[in-house]
C-alpha cells in the first residue's frame, strides 16, 4: 500500500529539547516536503527536497532542519524548539513530474511547552 | 514568491445548492492545478486535478481553469453536509516546490 509515515503522531515537549520528527514513503518518490498547518494560515512549506542530497528552503524554514540521505527518508529536525512552532506538521512526497498527486502523512501534532 | 489566492469564507450553502469555489495565481508556469479537501485535523486529499483550460467533471465536482486570467475554480453540485471541510488550491510547476492556498471553508446545511 502507498504511503506516507510520520512519527511520532502527537508529542507535548519542553522549550529547547531537540526533537526529531521522522517522515517515510514506500513509493519511490523524489520530491518530499515539510509543511506546517496552523488556524488562519493554511498550510506553510517549512522545507522541500527535489532528490537525495536535495533540499531547499520553503516559505517558513526559520527554526527547523532537514535532511535527505536517503531517498525514502526525510526528517524534520527542530534543534531547539519553541512555543511558536507549536503546530500540526504534514510530510508529503511525490514525484517530480507535474500532473502527479501528492500523498500526505497523516499528520503529527506538536506542542511546545 | 509565488502567491495563490483564496477567499477564507466560510462559504455557507443549504443542503442541494451548488458551492463555488475561486482561486487565483501569480505563477504563470504552472501547469498542473490541484483541488484539495481537508476536514479538520486531517490530512488534505486530493479530489480533482486539471491541466487544460476549460472545464473537467468528475462526479458532483467540476474543475474550471482559465490560465489567460490565472484563475481556476472548483464547483461542487447537490452539495452535502459532508462536504462540509476546508478546499485547498494548488497550482504547480514541474520541477518546483507544491504551494497551495489558504483554504476556503465550506459548511454545507441541512
Known amino acids: 500500500e502507498a504511503q506516507v509515515t510520520q512519527n511520532p503522531r502527537y508529542l507535548i515537549t519542553v522549550t529547547g529539547k531537540k526533537l526529531t520528527v521522522t517522515c517515510s514513503q514506500n513509493m519511490n518518490h523524489e520530491y518530499m516536503s515539510w509543511y506546517r498547518q496552523d488556524p488562519g494560515l493554511g498550510l506553510r512549506q517549512i522545507y522541500y527536497?527535489?532528490?537525495?542530497?536535495?533540499?531547499d528552503k520553503g516559505d517558513v524554514p526559520e527554526g527547523y532542519k532537514v535532511s535527505r540521505k536517503e531517498k525514502r527518508n526525510f526528517p524534520l529536525i527542530l534543534e531547539s524548539p519553541s512555543p511558536n512552532q507549536t503546530s500540526l506538521y504534514f510530510c508529503?512526497?511525490?514525484?517530480?513530474?507535474?500532473?502527479?498527486?501528492?500523498?500526505f502523512g497523516e499528520g503529527s501534532w506538536l506542542t511546545v511547552v | 514568491q509565488k502567491e495563490v489566492e483564496q477567499n477564507s469564507g466560510p462559504l455557507s450553502v443549504p443542503e442541494g445548492a451548488i458551492a463555488s469555489l475561486n482561486c487565483t495565481y501569480s505563477d504563470r508556469g504552472s501547469q498542473s492545478f490541484f483541488w484539495y479537501r481537508q476536514y479538520s485535523g486531517k490530512s488534505p486529499e486530493l479530489i480533482m486535478s486539471?491541466?487544460?483550460?476549460g472545464d473537467k467533471e468528475d462526479g458532483r465536482f467540476t474543475a474550471q481553469l482559465n490560465k489567460a486570467s490565472q484563475y481556476v475554480s472548483l464547483l461542487i453540485r447537490d452539495s452535502q453536509p459532508s462536504d462540509s471541510a476546508t478546499y485547498l488550491c494548488a497550482p504547480h510547476q514541474a520541477g518546483t516546490a507544491l504551494i497551495f492556498g489558504k483554504g476556503t471553508t465550506l459548511s454545507v446545511s441541512s
Open positions: 486539471i491541466y487544460s483550460n
Open positions: 527536497s527535489m532528490n537525495v542530497e536535495v533540499t
Open positions: 508529503a512526497s511525490s514525484t517530480r513530474d507535474s500532473g502527479n498527486t501528492i500523498y
